[in-house]
């Protein structure tokens, strides 16, 4: 803050900030991310981890895009002000705090901040869900001080695992994951809650024939169930959502047992193959994934008998 002419006071610039990108996170943070989806590919989110030791305090500022603040260790306190709302919050391993895009947020670490993860949802992406999954034509997402949340909690852990562990990543496991924290976020943060409303038929016999086309000859590293809705001119909601109706199960759990079917085919063909080298061939990221899968199918199997 500074004095103009005439004594009065003038507030420094609000900085807009993309958390995607580390030249805008180095305007805001006072440390480099330890891990991050910067090139990972992912759609509609990003990750990164931080690990800041020192006292600190933040610039105010706004984003582009949904922010979610997620701890993973335990810490002392901060000052936040979000919106018109200032309170003081204790920092305790996996409590979240929310900042819609747009809305003014401020932070001042008073001592050892430690380990914590930013997530950034893109807004595109709840408001293609929200089209479909609730009445009103604009949802807002409400500011969300820090409080426990199991969900976005194992969501995050999760996301930042398959990170750490699997360079090549899950691309169709990261986008499952992302509607459903999205769908989670609609349901308790929203302005209105949302209210799933199940279609009243599942696709069509001509659209049906057109998604399993695509699953089945699209090469397997190819495939992205993002794709899908905009072939058949539907959002992704309702696209899950009659998916589930006429199949029983979703298009991600669809796509890895025809997955599963295939490698266990070509084991039983080739058995001279590796599980890495038939994971390859079959669409999973290495013999490790295949082998997990495989044996949730067994036990699915064995259940239902």
Same mark, same amino acid.
């Given at each position: 803050m500074?004095i +103009?002419?005439g004594?009065?006071m003038?507030?420094?610039? /609000?900085l ?5 990108r580390?030249q805008?996170m180095a #305007?805001v943070?006072?440390c480099k991310a330890?891990?991050?989806s910067?090139? &990972? +590919?992912?759609?509609q989110i990003?990750?990164?981890v931080y690990d800041c &030791?020192a006292?600190?305090e933040?610039?105010?500022h706004?984003?582009? =895009? =949904?922010?979610l603040?997620i701890?993973l260790t335990?810490?002392s &306190?901060?000052?936040?002000?979000i ?7 204790s !920092?305790?391993?996996g409590?979240?705090?929310?900042v819609?895009?747009? %809305? ?5 670490f008073?001592?050892?901040?430690g380990?914590? *993860?930013?997530l ?5 992406? /709840?408001s293609q869900l929200?089209?479909e999954a ?8 409400l500011p969300?001080f ?8 194992? /969501?995050?852990r999760?996301?930042?695992? *398959? ?9 169709l496991y !990261?986008e499952?994951l @992302? ?7 609609l349901k308790y943060?929203? !302005?209105?809650?949302l @209210?799933?409303?199940l279609?009243?038929?599942?696709l069509?016999?001509q659209?049906?024939?057109q998604v399993?086309?695509y699953?089945h000859?699209?090469?397997e ?6 794709r899908?809705p905009?072939?058949l001119g *539907?959002s992704?909601y309702?696209?899950?959502?009659c998916?589930?109706?006429? *199949? ?8 890895i047992?025809q997955? %599963? #079917?295939k490698a266990?085919a070509l084991?039983?063909r &080739?058995?001279?193959?590796s599980l890495?080298? %038939?994971?390859?061939?079959?669409g ?6 295949l082998a ?9 199997v064995?259940?239902a008998v």
């Amino acid at each position: 803050m500074r004095i +103009g002419e005439g004594n009065e006071m003038i507030q420094p610039p /609000i900085l807009t900030i993309d958390f995607t990108r580390p030249q805008d996170m180095a #305007k805001v943070l006072p440390c480099k991310a330890i891990l991050s989806s910067y090139r &990972s +590919g992912w759609q509609q989110i990003d990750l990164q981890v931080y690990d800041c &030791s020192a006292e600190w305090e933040t610039p105010v500022h706004t984003s582009t =895009h =949904h922010l979610l603040g997620i701890n993973l260790t335990d810490g002392s &306190s901060l000052e936040r002000r979000i919106g018109d709302q200032q309170k003081t919050e204790s !920092v305790l391993t996996g409590e979240c705090a929310l900042v819609p895009e747009g %809305v003014e947020h401020w932070c001042a670490f008073l001592a050892n901040r430690g380990r914590f *993860m930013i997530l950034e949802i893109e807004h595109n992406l /709840i408001s293609q869900l929200a089209w479909e999954a609730m009445d009103p034509d604009r949802t807002e997402l409400l500011p969300t001080f820090l409080q426990p949340d199991p969900m976005i909690f194992n /969501i995050g852990r999760t996301l930042g695992q *398959m990170l750490e562990n699997q360079p090549s990543n899950d691309a169709l496991y !990261v986008e499952t994951l @992302t509607q459903t924290l999205g769908l989670h976020l609609l349901k308790y943060y929203a !302005v209105r809650r949302l @209210t799933q409303k199940l279609p009243e038929e599942g696709l069509s016999p001509q659209q049906r024939k057109q998604v399993l086309d695509y699953m089945h000859h699209c090469p397997e590293q190819d495939i992205l169930l993002t794709r899908i809705p905009i072939l058949l001119g *539907m959002s992704q909601y309702r696209f899950n959502q009659c998916f589930q109706h006429s *199949m029983g199960m979703s298009a991600y759990q669809y796509l890895i047992q025809q997955r %599963v #079917k295939k490698a266990r085919a070509l084991l039983a063909r &080739s058995p001279q193959l590796s599980l890495d080298e %038939v994971a390859k061939q079959c669409g999973f990221n290495d013999g490790r994934n295949l082998a997990k899968s495989l044996s949730q199918l067994a036990q699915t199997v064995t259940e239902a008998v």
